[in-house]
């Protein structure tokens, strides 16, 4: 009907802009207009009402759409000449091509109701007018070499690559005139880059795309994407945090398993979200002995799921035995420190030094290597303090430290990346002077401005005791995960002995994360366990000294004093990096090898490394071979070394960095084929339209293919002329001076006055 009205299609309108032919000056035309509607206002001025204003309106537009027709109205567009173009006609070739093309498993499927469109209807419009070349394409394209026989095209490869497709067409065509690009996918690809879309519009080449594949989500349940540690320390617990959607099987369970190999690490049910929406599940497992490991996490598949290649991700982990030193000053000798270094004791990746402040000039130390380490009491350089992978602060008064160990205690977290827990106690926090010294910023929550926000328990007779209780968060937090259950977990604390003491540490900072709450005798509810990220490290306040008596007085053999230590340390001391730290990404590569390895030199105060040896990254390949990666140092970030790498094959990768006199470190990475075309299997229609929309092309149903080749000629790309197309014969300008007449006929008529 479009075309019937206005004689062009829409791409004509889109692509050409409107301009005037007659040899009458065009600002002579407005004032025509205004002229005539003037004369017909005042000749109508003495009856003047709703009845005369519109019939003065009908009128006045009749004079102008006839004004307008003399001036010779026309569509200035640029038009490929016929014969002397290519049409580069694009099918896609990968496996999600494969599935069914409508809502129904019965039917043809996707490849099949694309090659019914180009035979029928589409190539045959080509061909009259311009060289046509087809192309199947995944991560790459390939010529048919009989475009007549497209029964060469398969859904078989293993991923749709539309951007790396088009590059190679760019580059193929660069001295060809192209006029057009037909893309026929479901659009499973994860989009095009603007250096693409850049050197698609440097050559004004429009894509038309014709999308395949049902609109809607089909009834499944999708493991969507895994959030796991790169790095972990053995025999450590993990926290892996699981994303999955479905549609469909709204709240109904599904189980879930994660795996090392054939062993099963953890097995936990989970709730299905609701339809169309993203639950995001934690998960607990044990990272077992060192070594780099992938991690499988999959879903049981539910009856009538369309596809069950959705329901596993994979991810890996480098597992690590490095030792992590934890220094530990108390201000006072108190039972909590002999709980602590005892439940320390029972973790071998954790060696706790410690100095206890016996008088006010006698330190007791425990656990040094070296006679000399801590013999001047705490360190005062960085080079002693950060050797340390994190600091445990007890019933220390701010004062006690000075000025310039108040500054290093502060960049130990700041810049070195370490982690630091303040302890509760008489001589700590709002009663040590905390907030009014040098490190409060350093502290996740706001002190209180007052002094005694020390609570010793009451025990005598009828006395009240002070509990721990989970908050939300703390409940899917690894720091306080006693039991894998989360329900089992939140009735664990509540059935925790009541705490020795407890103390009020003000209110958490914006950021801070609090896991755990005091249940005051007093009705309060305080902070108890306050967490927060702090520069390159973390710090954390346990606002109690009293966890020495879930020890005491659980049964024999109860594992949470100890466990929730270990975790806590861990927590505070496993991130903390060392001189030299590399990461890639991404640490998973789905169907392509492009990787980024980085890797960050610093000197023994944890300042960016101004002179360093020239950096290579020796990476292990799956099949066994060994390369080498040259690293370059950034002009604008010292110390910072970066370098590129192609994963040509599927399977985990090793890279290992030295650098002689800051350490030695490894990363791993993972490549993955054939994996991406599995999720969102329905069609792709955003990233379709907007690859149309973006080049000047458009979007078109299977059902519209017939009528695409008529929108290709309208483009400034290859060889192509100025047309002028007039606009004056439209049938819309007759059907105007018809029906605007019979318009004012009718108004008439119904008022009488004809």
């Given amino acids: 009907m479009f075309q019937f009205l206005f004689r062009y299609p829409p791409a004509a309108y889109a692509r050409g802009h409107f301009v005037l032919l007659a040899a009458w000056p065009a600002w002579v035309l407005p004032l025509l207009v205004i002229a005539a509607a003037g004369v017909l206002l005042w000749l109508l001025r003495r009856r003047w009402n709703r009845r005369t204003a519109a019939v003065w309106g009908l009128q006045s537009a009749v004079i102008a759409v006839i004004l307008l027709l003399l001036w010779q109205p026309a569509l200035a567009v640029s038009e490929l000449q016929p014969e002397q173009n290519i049409v580069a006609v694009l099918v896609d070739d990968s496996r999600s091509m494969a599935l069914p093309n409508a809502d129904a498993d019965s039917g043809p499927t996707r490849e099949q109701a694309a090659l019914n469109s180009l035979q029928s209807s589409l190539l045959p419009a080509l061909r009259r007018k311009y060289q046509t070349r087809v192309f199947s394409f995944d991560s790459k394209i390939t010529r048919l070499a009989d475009a007549g026989n497209l029964s060469q095209i398969k859904p078989a490869a293993l991923a749709t690559r539309i951007q790396d497709s088009l590059r190679q067409l760019l580059d193929q065509t660069g001295s060809l005139p192209v006029g057009a690009v037909v893309l026929l996918s479901d659009g499973a690809d994860a989009g095009v880059d603007s250096a693409t879309m850049a050197a698609l519009a440097a050559r004004h080449i429009p894509i038309h795309t014709v999308g395949f594949g049902s609109l809607q989500p089909p009834r499944d349940v999708s493991l969507?994407?895994?959030?796991?540690?790169?790095?972990?320390?053995?025999?450590?617990?993990?926290?892996?945090?699981v994303s999955v959607r479905q549609n469909g099987f709204a709240s109904q369970h599904a189980a879930l398993t994660v795996r090392s190999g054939n062993a099963i690490l953890a097995s936990q049910p989970i709730t299905l979200p609701p339809d169309g929406q993203t639950a995001t599940v934690p998960v607990m497992f044990n990272a077992g002995p060192a070594a780099p490991k992938t991690i499988s996490f999959e879903l049981a598949p539910l009856p009538g799921e369309s596809?069950?290649?959705?329901?596993?991700?994979?991810?890996?982990?480098?597992?690590?035995?490095?030792?992590q030193r934890v220094l530990y000053i108390e201000g006072e000798p108190r039972w909590e420190y002999k709980f602590i270094r005892r439940a320390e004791a029972k973790d071998s990746q954790i060696q706790l030094v410690s100095m206890v402040r016996a008088t006010q000039n006698k330190i007791y130390r425990q656990g040094v290597t070296d006679p000399a380490e801590l013999a001047d009491g705490f360190p005062a350089r960085a080079q002693d303090l950060f050797r340390y992978q994190a600091l445990i602060i007890g019933s220390v008064e701010a004062a006690y430290f000075t000025p310039l160990q108040q500054d290093l205690i502060?960049?130990?977290?700041?810049?070195?990346?370490?982690?630091?827990?303040?302890?509760?106690?008489?001589?700590?926090?709002?009663?040590?002077?905390?907030?009014?010294?040098?490190?409060?910023?350093?502290?996740?929550?706001?002190?209180?401005?007052?002094?005694?926000?020390?609570?010793?328990a009451d025990l005598g007779p009828g006395g009240k005791n002070a509990t721990a209780a989970l908050t939300s968060t703390g409940g899917s937090s690894i720091v306080t995960r006693l039991v894998d259950d989360p329900a089992a977990n939140a009735r664990k604390w509540r059935g925790l002995p009541f705490l020795m003491d407890y103390q009020d540490a003000g209110i958490p900072k914006p950021g801070a994360t609090v896991l755990a709450n005091v249940l005051a005798p007093d009705g309060r509810t305080l902070p108890l366990l306050t967490l927060e990220d702090y520069g390159r490290g973390r710090t954390a306040v346990l606002a109690t000294s009293g966890t020495w008596r879930w020890q005491m007085n659980l049964p024999l053999g109860d594992p949470s004093h100890d466990l929730f230590w270990n975790q806590l340390v861990r927590w505070l001391s496993a991130p903390s990096p060392g001189q030299l730290t590399a990461r890639v990404s991404p640490?998973?590569?789905?169907?392509?090898?492009?990787?980024?390895?980085?890797?960050?030199?610093r000197d023994a105060d944890y300042n960016p490394a101004a002179a360093v040896p020239t950096l290579t990254a020796h990476i292990q390949?799956?099949?066994?071979?060994?390369?080498?990666?040259?690293m370059q140092a950034s002009p604008q970030n010292p110390g910072e070394f970066s370098a590129d790498f192609n994963a040509s094959l599927p399977g985990p990768y090793l890279a290992t960095i030295n650098a002689p006199g800051f350490g030695q470190t490894t990363v791993s990475f993972e490549r993955f084929d054939g994996v991406a075309e599995n999720f969102h299997t329905e069609q792709n229609r955003d990233l379709l339209e907007r690859l149309a929309h973006q080049t000047g092309g458009a979007y078109w149903q299977p059902s519209q293919?017939?009528?695409?080749?008529?929108?290709?000629?309208?483009?400034?790309?290859?060889?192509?002329?100025?047309?002028?197309?007039?606009?004056?014969n439209l049938p819309i300008n007759f059907l105007l001076l018809l029906l605007l007449p019979l318009g004012e006929w009718f108004l008439r008529r119904k008022w009488g006055v004809v």
Wanted: aromatic fraction near 6%.
């Fill in 224 to 241: 969507d994407d895994v959030e796991l540690p790169a790095e972990a320390l053995a025999k450590s617990r993990v926290q892996a945090t």
């Fill in 307 to 323: 596809s069950r290649a959705d329901n596993t991700q994979s991810r890996l982990i480098n597992v690590v035995t490095r030792p």
């Fill in 410 to 456: 502060q960049a130990f977290a700041e810049r070195r990346g370490g982690g630091i827990l303040f302890l509760g106690g008489q001589y700590s926090l709002a009663d040590g002077g905390w907030a009014d010294s040098a490190m409060a910023p350093l502290l996740p929550l706001t002190l209180p401005s007052h002094k005694a926000t020390f609570v010793r």
């Fill in 587 to 601: 640490p998973t590569l789905y169907d392509s090898g492009a990787a980024h390895l980085t890797a960050d030199v």
């Fill in 621 to 630: 390949q799956p099949d066994g071979a060994a390369v080498d990666a040259p």
């Fill in 705 to 728: 293919a017939g009528q695409l080749a008529a929108a290709i000629p309208y483009s400034s790309a290859g060889i192509a002329t100025q047309q002028n197309l007039p606009l004056w």
